[in-house]
Each structure stands twice: as structure tokens, then as C-alpha cells.
């Protein structure tokens, strides 16, 4: 038996010899080469960070068949079962590999493709050439929110060589909102900027969708009438408003202080250009807004709930939330801003005081917005006015541009005064001043009018002396009655009246009479200290 196991086993060998003689062409050849994406591996994960700007975010690469090599390579990126209906060309490569940086990537998520920020896209990739394309790969990619910490426009209206250098600031409202306001004339161009240092980053119109910004292939913003303009630009969502500013002619203030009725709502005084001022006695839980006329609701404005300070007509609410207190409420249609300053009381500081708000000397309110005093001024004296005597905050001088106004912002001093007695007023209600030359205190007062038929003899009432430099007298007078004071009685000589431009302050050289509506025993008091004048009934 053995020897026929192997015979049988000589017999399988000399089998095989034979058959490797029928196939002596026979090999093992090598792996298919194929076109396909090598890195990164399909659904990998990419999430990109702020501060590696200049790291490597995408690194792509990819096989080819042998012979295949030199072609220009276009790889395209689309959002995941689109089947690339609407590809983006995310580049182009001679070779057999693409990158982006951290920088270039997420510019290109946001900016070519419009994704959202901090969200995690599902995309497609794939990689062509003139003869063949690879299958896609799917990778999640979640971009970041880019922070910018500064904007400035730039363009015809900075300089007729769109400086950098020269580009204008804009606000900065909250993360990534921006605003500034301009005067545009006929023609005027502009765009954006991160920085005024050059031209890197620049920002203008999509000319193929309206309101948005871009970086590449952007056109300037233009052709806007010649105008004020608000321009609010949004770096979360890359998209521009710009709202001509039309202040109106006139401006009414309408709240709980008026029984909320458009034809008992009290004026402003335009103060300025598109600038708005009233003076208003505020009480606990006064509420308020701001109207263009005074016959209905048309065009009111109010605060903007997101923006303090603002001014809006559309989802506007109610200014309120202010203590109990007199105050200047400021309008400016320039800047779409309103400005409440408290003005309980005022302060004159200057050369008399030693420039120290410490000891600056306190005014007496005439009338609401009205404070005065009476003071010797010596040669050179120079001042300025104050809300309070602790500090420089909130002070008003001269407007150099605007004789006899007052201004808080490029004012100047009061000067160039000849020594002597003056009645220095400032007027809220006007934003202005006035320094009225006076005699001496007198030592004695007396009422002529119309109660005694203007007869100024000795037998006028004389006031009484309740302290020093102030006089008070009780008086019957019927309705529309006028009246004024003198020194001495049957003498017309250094006669007092009141203010033309300044209730209940005391004026000597260019005064009117004053008057009562009502008739009525009036009791008058008259403050030679302040320069100030009260009737009360």
C-alpha cells in the first residue's frame, strides 16, 4: 500500500508540472490605478477657530492614473445632496494637491457660499479634470463668526484719492454692527474698510444682489442724491441699509405730561441745523415721544429699544425711566440721537472763582430754563457755566460761531467784559445768555403801573426790604395789568422791568413791563442778588 500512496502522489506532482507548462504566460498583475480623492478621508469633520488664521484648514489631494499626471485639476464644493446643481469653484491645481488656510476658508464659507456662521454644513467635494472626475466626498464644515473690532468708510467724500489714511470712522453699535452718518453730494462713491491702513479686506456692493457686501468682484456704493445719510452696515450677515435722514420743520414733544394729545403737545426750539431743544419739568413716571407736527400721529418717533439714546419710527417705544427733575431734552436729526441733561441747577465758574467748581457760585432759577445772577465783574474776567460744583461735566461757554448762544461742545469763554455790575442770564429754553450792564443795588423799590394809572409820585407802594437785596411787596392787580419798579418814587431814573428774552430775570437798559393774565392779590418778590423776579398768587 505504500508504494501505491506514492505513486499516487508522483502521479499529482507530474499533473502539475504539465499544467504549469499550458499556462506559462500566467502573471500577477498590479492594482487598477483609479481617479479618486485620497485626503481627507470622506466624512471628516473640519471646524475652523479664529485665532489660526495662517494654519492649514483644507488639505486636499488625489490619485490619478499612471500617464494621467500634468493635467490642470478644478475642484468644486457643493452643499450635500444637491447633487452639484449649483457648484462653487473652490480652485484650481496643476498638481496633484490643494490647500486653504484657516482664513481663506472661512472667508470663502461665509462670503462665496453665504453659509452660517457656527453651524455645521454638510458639503460635497470633488476633483475634475478635462477626461475625468473623482466621486464626491462629504465633509462637515462649521465656520466661524470673523469679529470685526473696527469699519471706516472710504471714497470720494474722504478725499478725492480714496486715502486710507483719510477713511472715516464708524460707530460701532455691538458685534459686528456699524453706523455713521454723512453728508453725500452729486456723484459721491464709497465702500468700506476693516482698517485705515490700507486697502486689504475692502468691502463693496455685490452688483448681483443688492444691499450685500463682498470682497471680490464688488462695486463702490453709489448714486445717492445729495443728502444727510445713516449707514448701518452688518458684518454678521455682510448686507448695508442706507436711510436718507430728513429732519422735519418743526418738532412737538407728546406724552403723559400732555394727556398724550397731538394739539396740547408743547414745541422745541430749533436750535441748530436738525437740531431740536425743549425744556421740560419731568415728573416720576413721565413718558414721552417726538412728533413732526402737532395735528396727529403721523411720522412720530420714539427710542429705539435696541440702540439707547436712538431715535426710530418703526418698533419705536416710549422714552421714560428718568428721575423726577428739570431737564434740556436735545433732538438731533443729524445723528438720529435724543439727549435729556439735567438742569435743577447751574453754576457760574470762571477767573472770580478760580476756574474751581468747588467754589463756583450758584445761580438762581428765574423761570424754568432760566438762571441768572447779578455779579461785579473786573476787567478781564472770563467764565463758563456749570450743571453742578463738583466737577467739569456737562459745561457751556459760547458758541464762537454764534454770538449770545451757548453751546457744550467747541465752546469758548464769556469774556471781554468793561468792569462793572452786570445781570448775567442763561436761557435753556433758547440756548442762550445774556450780561446786561446795571446800577447799583438800590436801597429802596417801589411799584408804578397800570393798577394806579402809571402815576409815579411819592405816594407809590413801597416794597419792603426782607433781607439784603431782596424786596417784597403784596399787590391787588386786575387782569392784563402792567407794571415795573423804581427806586425812587416820582423818578423815572434807573428804572427795572423785566427781561425781553428771559422770564422773571430783572433788566434795567433794554427791559419790558411785566404782566399779570389773571386778576388777583399778587405777592412780588424781587431778588437783586440773582437778578430775579417771582409773582405769586
Not at 2 to 20: Q, T, W
Not at 73 to 99: H, M, R
Not at 458 to 478: D, H, K, M, Y
Request: glycine share 10%.
Amino acid at each position: 500500500m505504500k508504494y501505491i500512496y506514492k505513486i499516487f502522489v508522483l502521479f499529482i506532482v507530474v499533473i502539475g508540472f504539465g499544467s504549469c507548462d499550458d499556462n506559462e504566460y500566467f502573471e500577477l498583475l498590479p492594482k487598477e490605478e483609479t481617479f479618486k480623492i485620497v485626503t481627507p478621508s470622506n466624512g471628516s469633520v473640519v471646524v475652523l477657530h479664529n485665532p489660526n488664521l495662517s494654519n492649514t484648514a483644507l488639505f486636499l489631494s488625489w490619485s490619478v492614473p499612471s500617464g494621467s499626471e500634468g493635467s490642470t485639476y478644478i475642484i468644486e464644493i457643493a452643499e450635500a445632496g444637491t447633487e452639484f446643481e449649483t457648484p462653487f469653484l473652490l480652485g484650481t491645481s496643476e498638481g496633484t494637491n490643494f490647500s486653504m488656510t484657516v482664513d481663506e476658508l472661512n472667508t470663502f464659507l461665509l462670503d462665496t457660499m453665504g453659509l452660517n456662521a457656527d453651524e455645521a454644513n454638510k458639503l460635497e467635494i470633488k476633483v475634475s479634470s478635462s477626461t475625468d472626475v473623482t466621486e464626491a466626498i462629504t465633509v462637515l464644515f462649521t465656520p466661524y463668526t470673523v469679529e470685526f473690532e473696527e469699519l471706516f468708510l472710504v471714497g470720494s467724500i474722504t478725499d478725492p484719492q480714496w486715502s486710507p489714511e483719510d477713511a472715516l470712522p464708524m460707530t460701532r453699535l455691538d458685534f459686528n454692527l456699524f453706523e455713521i452718518t454723512v453728508d453725500l453730494i452729486d456723484g459721491d462713491e464709497f465702500k468700506f474698510l476693516p482698517t485705515n491702513t490700507g486697502w486689504d479686506g475692502d468691502l463693496g456692493e455685490d452688483p448681483d444682489n443688492a444691499g450685500h457686501l463682498i470682497e471680490d468682484g464688488e462695486q463702490n456704493l453709489s448714486g445717492y442724491p445729495a443728502g444727510k445719510y445713516k449707514i448701518n452696515v452688518d458684518l454678521n450677515t455682510f448686507t448695508f441699509v442706507i436711510e436718507e435722514l430728513l429732519a422735519p420743520e418743526e418738532l412737538f414733544l407728546v406724552g403723559s405730561l400732555t394727556g398724550w394729545d397731538p394739539a396740547t403737545s408743547w414745541p422745541f426750539f430749533n436750535s441748530a441745523e436738525n437740531v431740536f431743544t425743549i425744556v421740560a419739568d419731568l415728573p416720576d413716571g413721565a413718558e414721552f415721544k417726538f412728533l413732526p407736527q402737532n395735528t396727529g400721529w403721523d411720522g412720530d418717533w420714539g427710542e429705539d429699544p435696541n440702540n439707547s439714546g436712538s431715535i426710530i419710527q418703526d418698533g419705536e417705544q416710549n422714552v421714560s425711566g428718568y428721575p423726577a427733575g428739570k431737564y434740556l431734552i436735545t433732538v438731533d436729526f443729524n445723528t438720529l440721537t435724543y439727549k435729556l441733561s439735567s438742569i435743577d441747577n447751574l453754576f457760574l465758574v470762571g477767573s472770580l472763582t478760580g476756574w474751581d467748581p468747588a467754589t463756583s457760585l450758584p445761580m438762581g432759577e428765574a423761570s424754568l430754563g432760566v438762571f441768572s445772577t447779578v455779579i461785579d465783574l473786573p476787567d478781564g474776567a472770563e467764565f463758563k457755566f456749570l450743571p453742578q460744583n463738583t466737577g467739569w461735566d456737562g459745561d457751556w461757554g459760547e458758541d464762537p460761531s454764534n454770538s449770545g448762544r451757548i453751546i457744550q461742545d467747541g465752546e469758548q469763554n464769556l469774556s471781554g467784559f468793561a468792569a462793572g455790575k452786570y445781570v448775567i442770564a442763561v436761557n435753556f429754553n433758547t440756548l442762550s445768555y445774556t450780561v446786561s450792564s446795571v446800577s447799583e443795588v438800590p436801597a429802596n423799590l417801589y411799584l408804578v403801573g397800570a393798577f394806579n394809572g402809571w402815576s409815579n409820585d411819592v405816594g407809590n407802594p413801597q416794597f419792603t426790604e426782607i433781607s439784603s437785596g431782596i424786596f417784597e411787596i403784596t399787590q391787588a392787580l386786575s387782569a392784563g395789568d402792567e407794571f415795573k419798579f423804581v427806586p425812587v418814587a416820582g423818578d423815572w431814573g434807573n428804572d427795572w422791568g423785566e427781561s425781553k428774552v428771559s422770564a422773571k430775570v430783572l433788566e434795567q437798559n433794554d427791559e419790558q413791563n411785566l404782566s399779570v393774565s389773571d386778576a388777583g392779590t399778587y405777592k412780588i418778590t424781587v431778588d437783586f442778588n440773582n437778578g430775579t423776579i417771582s409773582l405769586l398768587d
